[in-house]
């Protein structure tokens, strides 16, 4: 600026000379002086102007180089400071500034030796707590009962893989996200659970506690809001450092999903009060029909129709009893557990009660010690039994061999014995007829317990040895496999399931505005769209968001989802996102999904990377969804411009780069998620080392920057 007044002044004084020397001419004399001096002064003015413009590029050029290399490296170093590991500045300005950012890199490498070596001595005295936490981790996930602890507040602290299975089906949105809106650290029981019922559950453990009680506990049942049935167990987590261990700090929550048994008891209940109140009315018909019997002079015909009454009515209550058996034992095939068991283990027991039973010798062939079954065990010993029985009593068979072998994606289990033939009748019949063992019966059958187990079941029999089996078709089991593998997560995720210092947090009585930064929880989220136009007809067509609570990024605790957006893609968006047509066929429309993603982040603050962006979407959905995300938002654009006001760039990548982060699925909802939710755990230190603290603090300066003023 001052090199453009300067030649505007030179240029003012030129013109000034020339009309001073103009006035001392005569008018011939002066038209010829101005016609020779124009050209040369126009080519001056020009000349000099270009120079002072290279002039000016130059010292802006060498200003920003070198004089604002000064802010550039504080900045720079600023990013040291509060990074966990020194990377290379790559910092551009004079000589000296190089040197002394080579030097500055050199203090914050010896800083993080000593940090390591200090990490070194934290880890080697706190693994023991490590590794009592990480234990009952591993419990936690390994249990086949679904268990939730929360902090007093009703946070959830800890939780496993069967709470998380559990929650799912709870929720109403399964298929979207999971269950993940409603199970999580740091998140609310009560989005599941009544609050007062809570209270009164913690209530009643309290006073059992007063009155002296050593494992004090109070169990109740609930309706969810997806119409089902829980019946929860709590036990309290006691204050270590309080005087008897009498205060409580939280409590355990033990969940069984009984609707199914409540509905298979209330269907028992229906039957046998059906067959009750039938029974009633034909006993007493029959009574009626016996008592007229009686008397030595009724007509033949009366006789016969009294006898039709009986008839009728026996058979009547034969038909209810029969149908009740079926539908008893329907309930007993669906109870049935199926378990993961070494195929030793089943042999070993079948063998053993074979051996009881009949007083008959049973070997084992080769049995592979490798192989592994997914059987009810009991079920399936007393199938093997029954038939063994009945070769017994009908073949005086004397010797029985047990066999269990491989057979592709199953195992072949057969029952072989030496003797006579028996025909494929006699085989259906011992089949299909209800298994009895002595006294005792049941009214399931081996094909029952086959179809239970999926598999198949025939005779068959070898001539040149002499011998025919019974063979089991089972399925295999690994001895890897999970429960319900698909649905849970990898075991190297399991700490990210626990976080036991929000036992020390409670209600805040303070506003959202003034909690500190690193205090609050975060739902960190994306979106990818079909265009960059919100008002103009654009569609969102992902959704990905993360949480961060107590300082930690919970990666498993995440939100992805694909959107139909109900028009076409555009072509030329596609290798931006990659996402196609064929990919949102079929997909839940933004009004389905919207509200799952609402409520995952409910009780949170949003953040995102130019989150006006991402927010006008959102806001466009209101009068479909009735949503309003009145959230507070903080924008990590803004917040980085904020903190390094010198830098040239804030994009994502950019800022991804200064922190030293590895950027993965760049421009996936979920990826840019990920992303921007490890820039912000970054920029929290920076903004606090700048005096802002709070959330209130945080969104004020940030609507001072110059990107503030975006609108879309």
């Known amino acids: 600026m001052a090199i453009v007044v300067i030649g505007l002044a030179t240029l003012v004084w030129l013109l000034l000379t020339m009309g001073l020397i103009a006035s001392t001419l005569e008018s011939e004399q002066r038209a010829l002086v101005m016609n020779q001096l124009a050209p040369r002064l126009v080519l001056i003015a020009m000349t000099w102007f270009f120079g002072l413009g290279a002039i000016g590029a130059t010292l802006r050029w060498l200003f920003r180089r070198y004089a604002m290399a000064p802010a550039r490296l504080l900045e720079q170093t600023k990013v040291l400071l509060a990074a966990s590991k020194a990377a290379p500045m790559n910092h551009q300005g004079t000589k000296e500034t190089k040197a002394l950012a080579l030097a500055i890199f050199e203090l914050a490498s010896q800083r993080d030796t000593l940090r390591e070596d200090v990490a070194v001595q934290i880890e080697q005295a706190s693994l023991r707590v490590q590794q009592e936490k990480n234990r009952l981790a591993a419990l936690m996930s390994e249990l086949t009962q679904s268990v939730v602890v929360c902090n007093l507040d009703g946070r959830i602290i800890l939780y496993n893989n069967r709470a998380r299975l559990q929650f799912k089906t709870l929720s109403q949105s399964p298929a979207l996200a999971g269950g993940a809106e409603l199970v999580g650290i740091g998140r609310s029981i009560y989005a599941v659970f009544d609050r007062q019922l809570v209270a009164h559950a913690l209530e009643s453990i309290q006073q059992r506690m007063a009155r002296g009680a050593g494992s004090p506990s109070t169990q109740f049942v609930t309706t969810t809001q997806a119409g089902q049935l829980l019946k929860v167990q709590m036990a309290p987590v006691r204050q270590v450092d309080a005087p008897g261990g009498a205060e409580i700090s939280g409590f355990v929550l033990m969940l069984d999903n009984v609707t199914r048994a409540f509905e298979e008891e209330h269907l028992r209940d229906q039957l046998l009060h059906g067959l009750t109140e039938g029974s009633r009315s ?65 042999l070993l027991a079948t063998q053993r009660r074979i051996e009881a039973r009949t007083q008959r010798t049973v070997t084992l062939e080769n049995p592979d010690l490798t192989l592994w079954l997914k059987v009810d065990s009991f079920s399936l010993t007393q199938a093997l039994d029954y038939l063994a029985m009945r070769l017994v009593d009908e073949f005086d068979v004397r010797f029985f061999r047990l066999r269990l072998q491989a057979a592709g994606e199953r195992a072949q289990l057969d029952l072989i ?33 086959v179809e239970r187990h999926g598999g198949e079941m025939w005779f068959e029999r070898e001539r040149i040895r002499h011998e025919a089996f019974f063979r089991f078709l089972l399925p295999l089991a690994s001895v890897q496999e999970q429960l319900e593998a698909t649905q849970i997560l990898h075991n190297d995720s399991r700490p990210e399931y626990y976080d036991f210092d929000l036992f020390q947090s409670s209600v805040q009585s303070h506003a959202l505005e003034d909690r500190l930064l690193c205090d609050l929880v975060y739902t960190v989220f994306d979106t990818e769209t079909t265009g960059l136009n919100p008002s103009g007809g654009d569609e969102i067509i992902q959704i990905g968001a993360a949480r961060i609570v107590n300082g930690k990024l919970l990666r498993q605790e995440r939100f992805d989802q694909l959107i139909n957006p109900g028009r076409l893609i555009p072509a030329a968006t596609v290798p931006i996102h990659g996402i196609t047509q064929d990919m949102v066929m079929g997909k839940s429309p933004i009004t389905e999904v919207l509200p799952a993603f609402y409520a995952f982040a409910q009780d949170t603050v949003l953040v995102a990377h130019n989150a006006a962006f991402d927010m006008k979407f959102l806001q466009l959905q209101q009068a479909k969804t009735g949503l309003v995300f009145s959230h507070p938002v903080l924008d990590t654009l803004l917040l980085s411009a904020l903190v390094h006001p010198n830098q040239e760039s804030h994009r994502l990548e950019a800022i991804a780069e200064r922190f030293n982060i590895t950027v993965l699925g760049r421009h996936t909802a979920l990826g840019d998620a990920l992303v921007t939710a490890e820039v912000w755990l970054r920029l929290i230190p920076l903004l606090q080392a700048m005096g802002i603290r709070t959330l209130g603090q945080a969104r004020e300066a940030a609507q001072k920057t110059y990107y503030a003023r975006l609108k879309y």
């Open 282 to 346: 034909s006993l007493a018909n029959i009574q009626a029909a016996v008592d007229m019997l009686a008397y030595p002079d009724m007509e033949p015909v009366m006789r016969e129709r009294f006898l039709a009454v009986v008839r009728e009515e026996v058979g009547s209550m034969g038909a209810r009893i029969t149908d009740l058996t079926k539908k008893a034992a329907q309930g007993l095939k669906a109870r049935w557990p199926l378990e993961e068991m070494m195929g030793s283990d089943v």
């Open 417 to 449: 014995w030496t003797g006579q033939a028996m025909s494929t009748e006699t085989v259906m019949s011992w089949e299909m007829d209800s298994m009895r063992f002595g006294a005792e019966s049941t009214p399931l059958t081996v094909r029952d317990v």
